[in-house]
């Protein structure tokens, strides 16, 4: 559908753009009387029932009724250099990651995520802190350590260096800070210009779902295996899901890779190589593929985590452009007993 204002089109959008980066001008609603026209740019995720649903690269959803819009486009992403991607704010990336790798279950408290997947990953089963939750902080805590206690999990917090007065508050009670990370991000185009030939008699095949093929390489899934499902096959709101799988000659599974598309940016995942297939360039291989796939969806940035000791996954990432944006960790309660809440010096 197009409309014409004027003699001249000037929405040149249809719903067959769904998931490209759109700019729409809308009429302002009566709540903003001293506005004529809104602009809105971000990923367009909906058009159904007249109305467009669009994804802003904050994650936030904006509704538009289709006959108040007055121009649309789409817009090519832009390719960052890798000095601005380092220039993104720790919370901008630390919400992408957080949609990149949805919980089963999410609740929120305030400006805080409660996440559980049923004990799958440390990311999937923890508090994610991105603002107040609108409580004293000593409260916050025995609430959210109720919500893990009530699911049979153990109470976990993601934290960063935005969380100095919480970090200091778990620290105090005895939570035991564990399993540290770095979150880096490069441009895709390092990625895609890499040699990454596949084996001889190799395929690699992309799927939105994984298969027992992804999932008996992908170890973390022996356990809590539906969550697992669930987890790796949800996109972000607006974004999409691409698992990449490669069989050998024989049919066996060499390596698999997840990737989310949130937006410009792109989350690299459960990147695993059979022990059999290392160092033959398999890595890099998926890597490659699985950021040609982002590109064709519009991502010019990604991001990934390592643990500070894998220094194989951080030679590869270096040699992909991917640099050291900020650290973060896990604060985990190690007892089963909790501090009552507004316990003095602790709020």
Not at 28 to 54: C, H, K, M, N
Not at 63 to 80: F, M, N, S
Not at 179 to 205: H, N
Request: glycine share 12%; proline share 7%; aromatic share 6%.
């Amino acid at each position: 559908m197009e409309f014409a204002m004027g003699g001249r089109l000037d929405i040149r959008i249809t719903p067959s753009d769904v998931g490209k980066r759109v700019s729409v001008r809308s009429l302002t609603g009566p709540e903003e009387p001293s506005a004529r026209f809104t602009d809105t740019v971000g990923r367009l995720s909906s058009w159904s029932g007249g109305v467009l649903s669009i994804t802003r690269r904050t994650g936030a959803s904006v509704r538009i009724d289709e006959t108040d819009v007055v121009a649309g486009k789409v817009v090519p992403q832009a390719r960052p250099r890798g000095r601005g991607l380092t220039a993104t704010p720790m919370s901008e990336l630390t919400a992408v990651a957080g949609r990149g790798w949805p919980a089963v279950e999410q609740e929120p408290l305030g400006g805080w995520t409660l996440r559980a997947s049923s004990g799958f990953t440390a990311r999937g089963n923890s508090v994610l802190p991105l603002g107040d939750p609108g409580l004293p902080l000593a409260d916050a805590v025995a609430r959210a350590e109720e919500w893990y206690e009530r699911r049979g999990l153990t109470p976990r917090f993601q934290v960063t260096s935005a969380d100095d007065a919480l970090d200091s508050l778990l620290a105090a009670r005895g939570w035991e800070r564990e399993r540290p990370a770095v979150l880096r991000v490069g441009t895709l185009d390092a990625a895609v210009r890499q040699e990454a030939p596949l084996p001889e008699g190799a395929s690699a095949s992309l799927a939105t779902r994984p298969d027992e093929r992804f999932l008996g390489l992908y170890g973390r899934t022996l356990t809590a295996r539906e969550a697992a499902v669930e987890v790796l096959a949800t996109p972000p709101p607006g974004g999409c899901v691409h698992l990449l799988t490669v069989t050998g000659r024989d049919g066996a599974t060499l390596a698999v890779g997840r990737c989310s598309v949130d937006g410009r940016w792109a989350g690299f995942t459960a990147i695993e190589v059979a022990p059999e297939a290392r160092r033959r360039g398999l890595a890099t291989a998926v890597m490659r593929r699985l950021a040609e796939a982002a590109l064709r969806d519009g991502a010019s940035g990604g991001y990934l985590q390592v643990e500070p000791g894998n220094h194989a996954a951080g030679a590869l990432y270096d040699r992909l452009g991917f640099t050291p944006h900020h650290e973060y960790a896990y604060r985990t309660r190690t007892s089963p007993g909790r501090m009552p809440a507004g316990t003095p010096g602790e709020a």
